[in-house]
């Protein structure tokens, strides 16, 4: 089973370490959001676990396989000062950028831009979906 809290670690790991991004954003775990400075400066990238699934099946030979599904949301927080849209652009850049460095990403969602009073900037909806399967 892999777990959610590893996995953020490599997110957050490959979102720090990537030159692209490094100085366009932050990446955070959700429980630290709390340290955000209000209203933000920056662009945070928030992770944390929605969802860990893992279950059995077997195939038409009898073959047992252990599959497991996560699901981490990740919310992009962004100063009122920048453009939605083209924040919209790096969120696009960074789930790829976490698709392309773990080949078990089997997807991953954007949603539309928000207003966020709690930290007194604009938030956009994320999801990633990560699957592992393998025979036991």
Do not use: W
């Not at 892999?2 to 990446?27: G, P, V």
């Not at 059995?56 to 996560?70: A, I, L, R, W, Y």
């Not at 919310?75 to 939605?84: A, M, R, T």
């Amino acid at each position: 089973m892999q777990s959610a809290t590893a996995l953020i670690d490599s997110f957050i790991l490959t979102i720090s370490e990537s030159k692209i991004l490094s100085d366009a954003c932050k990446a955070i775990r959700a429980y630290e959001g709390k340290n955000l400075p209000v209203p933000i400066r920056k662009t945070y990238f928030s992770f944390s676990a929605a969802e860990n699934s893992l279950y059995f099946s077997e195939d038409k030979n009898g073959v047992k396989t252990q599959v497991n599904d996560v699901k981490i949301a990740v919310n992009c927080f962004i100063p009122l000062n920048l453009s939605p849209a083209v924040i919209y652009n790096l969120a696009e850049t960074v789930m790829l950028i976490l698709m392309n460095s773990n080949s078990n990403i089997t997807g991953f969602t954007i949603g539309k831009a928000v207003y966020d009073s709690d930290v007194d900037a604009f938030r956009i909806g994320c999801e990633l979906q990560f699957r592992t399967e393998h025979q036991v």
